[in-house]
């Protein structure tokens, strides 16, 4: 049975509020298990793991305990996401905006009997010419971002995750979303967000009559219908004008600006520097207030057209509901959204979220967020301890130039080396301790074969 390590105990313990004592101490046991399953993370064989012993198929497993900590257990999935955003922000954001990214997954699932299956679209595994859907749950997550120290990257770390359920007459990943940041806001009373979201976010469902505390950086349809801003001035007894002149469509801006050949053209390029995508790059922005009236209302935003002059990428259509920001600003903004793709690779690749077989109602909407929360702690765990211990160091030693010390496979290895210490180090007090500890130590290669 392996031993957790202190510092990251530490973590876990502020937790205990959510979990009743038994579901508490199942809790870090299916963790550890599955910090050191080292082949296909299914349920039973996460269990294995944590016990360090084989059990044959044959005879009745002995894992009642922990396979009803998902299908049984009274703990909520929304305190623990409460809890877990906590501790991540007075942590790592004590007083700062919070930088919140909001994005859809879709973990491939079959059976008849799997709770909440559906035909959803995986962006995956489509391209620009083929559009493909694949049958699963599809679960809109929200993400905290922190900056790394004396990096310029970025870690997503999940604070909260809803499941959506295929139907016309059920919650969309606006609805969803708009929920989860409605409750992210009751958490943090007395702090600013600043939220991230693509084109399927850009809704009125969410972002008409958002929470004043709440700033939205997103993506804008080509063809949106635009009208210039302008004041409430009187048209008749008791009617406001509340827009001005329609404006050209985006793509139709982007075209008028190639055409521009005088500064004082009212569309016309501006080359801009910004840290975007991993590296310094240069684009062309057109930057101007408008009033999308099917998305906000009268509320004016600021709309940023912008090309990159980079192979590659073509032409985006931002906005923001800040009037104040500029248009590099909400360039660079818009690019962290990146960092919950690469929190979604890690969760399927590292993490194996996809791996586990339920089917009950219960076990499909605590399992997936379960992972992910854990996901976050790992990283909270290697951003303030983790990255100080000397097996750390000598790990970081051997990284090759495409690899990182902040990649969740790199903090997992570190995580389990020391995992592994700590577990010989309690157990090897006397002879008969040290029989055990080989013992145990033979069975999980036996299990990881």
């Not at 690469?342 to 969760?347: D, G, H, I, P, V």
């Not at 339920?358 to 997936?368: D, I, M, P, T, W």
Request: charged content about 20%.
């Amino acid at each position: 049975m392996w031993s957790v390590v202190p510092s990251f105990e530490a973590i876990l313990q502020a937790l205990s509020v959510v979990f009743t004592q038994p579901s508490y101490q199942t809790n870090w046991q299916i963790f550890v298990g599955w910090l050191m399953c080292l082949g296909r993370r299914t349920e039973f064989r996460v269990f294995e793991a944590f016990r360090g012993k084989h059990v044959a198929r044959k005879q009745r497993h002995p894992f009642d305990r922990e396979y009803n900590f998902f299908s049984r257990a009274a703990w909520s999935v929304v305190e623990l996401a409460r809890h877990v955003a906590v501790k991540l922000v007075n942590t790592l954001n004590p007083d700062r905006e919070l930088l919140l990214i909001v994005d859809a997954t879709l973990l491939h699932k079959r059976g008849q009997h799997v709770w909440a299956l559906g035909w959803f679209y995986d962006p995956a595994i489509s391209t620009k010419k083929r559009s493909v859907i694949a049958p699963g749950n599809k679960w809109v997550v929200l993400g905290l971002a922190v900056r790394i120290p004396l990096t310029n990257r970025y870690l997503c770390l999940p604070i909260h995750a809803m499941l959506q359920i295929q139907g016309e007459d059920q919650p969309s990943e606006a609805d969803l979303a708009r929920r989860m940041i409605e409750e992210v806001a009751q958490w943090f009373p007395d702090r600013r967000l600043l939220l991230i979201g693509d084109g399927a976010y850009s809704a009125k469902n969410l972002v008409r009559d958002l929470n004043p505390r709440v700033r939205y950086v997103g993506l804008m349809r080509k063809d949106a219908e635009l009208y210039e801003p302008l004041h409430a001035v009187p048209i008749g007894r008791g009617r406001y004008r509340q827009r001005g002149p329609r404006l050209p469509a985006p793509h139709e801006i982007a075209k008028l600006a190639d055409q521009a050949t005088t500064p004082s053209s009212r569309w016309r390029w501006t080359t801009i520097w910004v840290w975007a995508y991993g590296q310094k790059r240069r684009f062309q922005v057109v930057a101007f207030q408008a009033i999308w009236r099917k998305v906000f209302g009268p509320r004016p935003i600021q709309v940023v057209v912008v090309r990159s002059l980079d192979k590659g990428y073509g032409d985006v259509y931002h906005f923001t509901t800040d009037l104040m920001a500029s248009a590099a600003w909400v360039v660079e903004t818009y690019a962290k959204r990146t960092w919950i793709e690469a929190m979604f690779k890690n969760s399927k690749q590292v993490m194996d979220i996809q791996r586990p077989r339920h089917f009950c109602r219960q076990s499909v909407e605590k399992l997936a967020p379960w992972v992910w929360f854990m996901q976050s702690l790992v990283g909270l765990w290697y951003l303030t301890e983790g990255h100080k211990e000397p097996h750390a160091q000598a790990a970081r030693e051997d990284l090759g130039p495409w690899e990182t010390e902040w990649s969740l496979q790199h903090m997992l290895r570190v995580l389990r080396r020391l995992t592994v210490q700590q577990t010989i180090e309690q157990m090897s007090h006397t002879k008969a301790n040290m029989q055990q500890i080989i013992d145990h130590l033979e069975n999980y290669l036996f299990l990881a074969a």
